[in-house]
């Protein structure tokens, strides 16, 4: 499968430990909202996407 996308993947995911601690933070939810960052939360050891976010 193919998949064709305007931004790279791995530079916008983390893993969903890391999404639960450090985004969590005031400081982390502004920066992502002023920056209007994609974020993919994926879950490492079931292979699989468990937040798509802007």
């Known amino acids: 499968m193919s ?3 305007g931004f790279n ?3 916008n ?3 969903v430990d890391v999404f639960q601690t ?3 933070y005031e400081f982390t939810q ?3 909202q ?3 960052v994609l974020i993919i939360v994926y879950d ?3 292979e699989v996407i468990v937040r ?3």
């Open 44 to 46: 490492p050891v079931n």
């Open 34 to 36: 002023r920056y209007q």
């Open 22 to 24: 450090f985004f969590q």
């Open 3 to 5: 998949c064709e996308v």
């Open 52 to 54: 798509w976010t802007r």
């Open 9 to 11: 993947l791995e530079s």
């Open 30 to 32: 502004f920066a992502v």
């Open 13 to 15: 995911s983390v893993p």
